[in-house]
Nanobody, 126 residues
């Protein structure tokens, strides 16, 4: 599976961004899909995942502010991350990831995902 992210950019504190991830094949309800982020000098962090049953999980740091979703229409291959109430600590490179096993969605560990996009930068500043 090839993944391509888009939608990153610079935004002020409290602002919103919507990230998109286009997959090269049909992923809706077939793959565990996730969003990760990595700031300089830090480990890649699992932000949000959605499994093949549609169950979503979030890191505590973004719960209530970020929403992961999938597009079931058309090609059924687009993943989104709606980010609201952005904070400076949300600044990072954001990556889309996919894995055929739902176990990856439970753990939210980057090493459990087989497929990765190239990333899109999100910068939050005052």
């Amino acid at each position: 599976v090839q993944l391509v992210e888009s939608g990153g950019g610079s935004v002020q504190i409290g602002g919103s961004l919507r990230l998109s991830c286009a997959a090269s094949r049909y992923t809706y309800r077939r793959y565990c899909m996730g969003w990760f982020r990595q700031a300089p000098g830090q480990e890649r962090e699992g932000v949000a995942t959605i499994d093949s049953g549609g169950l979503t999980r979030y890191a505590d740091s973004v719960n209530g502010r970020f929403t992961i979703s999938q597009d079931s229409a058309g090609a059924g291959n687009t993943l989104y991350l709606q980010m609201d109430g952005l904070k400076p600590e949300d600044t990072a490179m954001y990556y889309c990831a996919a894995d055929p096993r739902d176990a990856a969605c439970y753990t939210r560990r980057y090493r459990d995902f087989d497929y990765w996009g190239q990333g899109t930068q999100v910068t939050v500043s005052s």
